[in-house]
């Protein structure tokens, strides 16, 4: 069977599960989508997939062509209501599961983590608002696991701006995640933390790629190091306390505000630590230098007999994909504007951008371009044409998948290998009003 028939085979069955457990998933059991609307909660779930990033009229009136009805917004946005984010999450989870995605690096499925902040409508009070620039405003931070090699998210978790914390998240994903085969997870240096590292070290199943900083600001005993090219161990006592024992071993505090009765000093860092005290941590690390002639600085659980030094170097720069996928979630899926103010209701459109991008990756990686020996460059799938492509395909059902297929290939891109452009500040977007988007 045609790769674009199981994906959407596979999509409908998930969607059909949520819809036959629907209970699970209404704010009000019992009561929500029982009664015969003009917009069923099948209708709304498709509806929301099928959902770009144009204004809320402009989707309306293409959802209700399609549905041969007629629907107020005030009407659709009730219906949303009733649903909670949850329904498209494990929509999601199922797709993944029955897809069953089984590409492998060297035995391992390697997994990037990130984060992305996706502008929200503000809401006042609440763990998405935050002051940080003098002015409110509304931010969802969504963590990612992203499979570099089958290209699709895993699993996420979004957390409000005020309350992000990553390397707890990435904690929490990874525990809950189940893996048959083991799995690299290849993190950036805002994962630096010495109890996220134990985690892994402690871990049977999963192992680390981690970018560390050698600065003032990094671990001291790996700022310590030479500034050359090395690949070592690092040992390390790691205590919880300041007993004249412990520092006269020079062991590495922790500073950890144990006590919730008590008030501590601003100045006093607050670090978590969920190993007992003293413990005794060891790991590898290993520094090569960039054709820039700075040095990066990577720990790892991974073997020394199967990943040498450049072997991890090329490893951590595939971690570039998941930057990639974000930028194809916002602007090709069409995440960077949701049509909601409520905060459930927002969620509902990332998880439903996820579906998205996970059912046309499943897709387009199936595609093969014929490759012409005058050609210059390889070339590859255009992903923002492939992408519109697959999302009409789920629109309309009548398209047959050898046409699907033919005109995927009709654009391609050249891949240039080792193109560099020099990184700009990046200036951050606000969330743009509702009275002030394109009616694409």
């Not at 003098?134 to 957390?159: C, E, F, K, R, T």
């Not at 994962?191 to 402690?202: G, R």
Request: charged share 25%; with cysteine; aromatic share 10%.
């Amino acid at each position: 069977m045609p790769k674009a028939n199981v994906a959407t085979m596979h999509l409908d069955n998930a969607i059909a599960e949520v819809i036959a457990n629907k209970d699970l998933y209404v704010n009000n059991p019992g009561k929500d989508f029982c009664r015969n609307r003009k917009l069923p909660l099948s209708d709304l779930i498709y509806a929301m997939l099928e959902m770009k990033g144009g204004s809320l009229t402009s989707e309306m009136i293409r959802m209700c062509e399609k549905l041969n009805i007629s629907l107020s917004k005030s009407a659709f946005v009730q219906q949303r209501d009733k649903l909670r984010s949850e329904a498209f999450l494990a929509i999601l989870r199922s797709f993944n599961q029955k897809c069953n995605y089984h590409n492998l690096f060297w035995g391992y499925r390697l997994l990037a983590v990130d984060g992305s902040d996706i502008n929200i409508h503000l809401n006042e009070g609440d763990t998405c608002m935050s002051n940080g620039t003098g002015h409110p405003y509304s931010q969802i931070h969504l963590n990612a696991l992203y499979d570099l090699i089958n290209h699709i998210y895993v699993d996420v978790l979004p957390q409000g701006r005020a309350v992000e914390d990553e390397r707890a998240a990435l904690i929490e994903m990874y525990q809950r995640t189940y893996m048959k085969n083991k799995a690299i997870i290849i993190a950036d240096r805002g994962y630096e933390s010495l109890n996220l590292i134990t985690h892994f070290v402690e871990s049977g199943s999963y192992e680390l790629v981690l970018r560390v900083r050698s600065g003032k600001s990094g671990i001291k005993e790996i700022r310590n190091l030479p500034l050359e090219e090395l690949d070592t161990d690092v040992n390390i006592s790691i205590t919880t306390t300041q007993t004249n024992e412990d520092k006269a071993l020079g062991r590495h505090l922790v500073q950890t505000q144990k006590n919730k009765n008590r008030t501590y000093s601003k100045k006093t860092n607050n670090s978590n630590w969920d190993f007992p005290s003293p413990y005794n941590l060891k790991f590898r690390v290993v520094r090569f230098q960039l054709d820039s002639g700075e040095y990066e600085t990577l720990v790892t659980t991974l073997p020394r007999d199967k990943f040498s030094l450049y072997a991890l170097k090329d490893l951590y720069h595939m971690r570039w994909g998941i930057e990639t996928s974000f930028r194809e979630l916002k602007y090709d899926i069409g995440l960077s504007h949701t049509h909601s103010k409520g905060v459930d209701s927002a969620l509902q459109e990332i998880y439903a951008a996820l579906i998205k991008y996970n059912y046309c990756e499943g897709i387009v990686g199936s595609i093969v371009i014929d490759q012409c020996i005058k050609n210059k460059h390889t070339y590859v799938v255009n992903h923002v044409a492939a992408i519109l492509i697959c999302m009409n395909y789920f629109r309309d059902r009548n398209c047959k998948v050898d046409k699907l297929e033919n005109q995927i290939k009709q654009y391609t891109e050249p891949l240039r290998p080792g193109r560099k452009d020099k990184r700009k500040n990046i200036v951050p977007k606000g969330f743009v009003s509702f009275l002030y988007r394109v009616a694409a």
